[in-house]
């Protein structure tokens, strides 16, 4: 606004002095005298003046906007990048238009690196055919939920993963948010418990002797071959 006054007081000084002076457009008009064209110089600058200041307001609301989106983009990257999950947005061409940092912790790399490529092209193919038929079912308008397995940096890598499909206005598909957790150390635990579980049977299924567990109700939950 300072800049526009600023540029609006030297716009009318030289215009002033000009016409007084016998020079300038105004003194193309046909009238016969110099307070004429004063008169519709003043006029003139007043109405010049009203727009400059339209213009100014309309430029600082703008800047207010875009300082208050700055700030927005910020506290969500802010609390995206700290959560212990896979962020990423993908539109509809399955490219990725956002990713948290977390990513690159998990992955390796630049996160950055993934925008604008696709997902096929940032997971390879044998991740992609595991994936690719949930990111067409969020991509056709429905929520999906599916855990699975991969190798990540030399080692086993199990997660739960959330697509969510993302509409516009009109509640067309336009891209999906995925959110994946790291779910390996359950996946670990009930891996050994299976196992366990197994050691158990096959023992118990050699000894000879019958052995059985039943609960509180009588119902029997364990048995061996025996």
């Given at each position: 606004?300072?800049?526009?006054?600023?540029?609006?007081?030297?716009?009318?000084?030289?215009?002033?002095?000009?016409?007084?002076?016998?020079?300038?457009?105004?003194?193309?008009?046909?009238?016969?005298?110099?307070?004429?064209?004063?008169?519709?110089?003043?006029?003139?600058?007043?109405v010049?003046?009203?727009?400059?200041?339209?213009?100014?307001?309309?430029?600082?609301?703008?800047?207010?906007?875009?300082?208050?989106?700055?700030?927005?983009?910020?506290s969500?990257?802010?609390?995206?990048?700290?959560?212990?999950?896979?962020?990423?947005?993908?539109?509809?061409?399955?490219?990725?238009?956002?990713?948290?940092?977390?990513?690159?912790?998990?992955?390796?790399?630049?996160?950055?690196?993934?925008l604008?490529?696709?997902m096929?092209?940032?997971?390879?193919?044998?991740?992609?055919?595991?994936?690719?038929?949930?990111?067409?079912?969020?991509?056709?308008?429905?929520?999906?939920?599916?855990?699975?397995?991969?190798?990540?940096?030399?080692?086993?890598?199990?997660?739960?993963?959330?697509?969510?499909?993302?509409?516009?206005?009109?509640?067309?598909?336009?891209?999906?948010?995925?959110?994946?957790?790291?779910?390996?150390?359950?996946?670990?635990?009930?891996?050994?418990?299976?196992?366990?579980?197994?050691?158990?049977?096959?023992?118990?299924?050699?000894?000879?002797?019958?052995?059985?567990?039943?609960?509180?109700?009588?119902?029997?939950?364990?048995?061996?071959?025996?």
């Amino acid at each position: 606004l300072r800049g526009t006054m600023l540029w609006l007081a030297c716009i009318t000084l030289i215009a002033l002095l000009a016409t007084t002076h016998g020079v300038g457009p105004f003194m193309l008009i046909d009238t016969p005298s110099l307070q004429h064209r004063v008169l519709l110089l003043q006029v003139f600058i007043t109405v010049a003046a009203a727009q400059g200041l339209v213009v100014s307001a309309l430029l600082t609301q703008k800047q207010k906007l875009a300082a208050a989106l700055s700030r927005s983009e910020q506290s969500l990257r802010t609390v995206t990048d700290n959560l212990p999950a896979l962020i990423a947005h993908v539109d509809a061409e399955e490219r990725y238009r956002f990713v948290n940092a977390h990513i690159g912790k998990v992955f390796g790399g630049d996160p950055k690196a993934m925008l604008g490529r696709t997902m096929r092209e940032v997971r390879g193919e044998m991740v992609y055919a595991d994936i690719g038929p949930h990111v067409k079912q969020a991509l056709a308008g429905e929520l999906t939920n599916f855990e699975s397995y991969a190798v990540v940096q030399g080692r086993p890598y199990f997660y739960q993963s959330t697509y969510v499909p993302e509409r516009d206005a009109d509640g067309c598909v336009i891209g999906l948010f995925a959110m994946t957790f790291d779910i390996t150390g359950r996946k670990n635990a009930e891996l050994r418990q299976a196992a366990d579980e197994d050691r158990l049977r096959t023992i118990t299924d050699n000894v000879p002797a019958l052995i059985s567990y039943f609960d509180q109700r009588g119902i029997y939950r364990f048995c061996n071959q025996t």
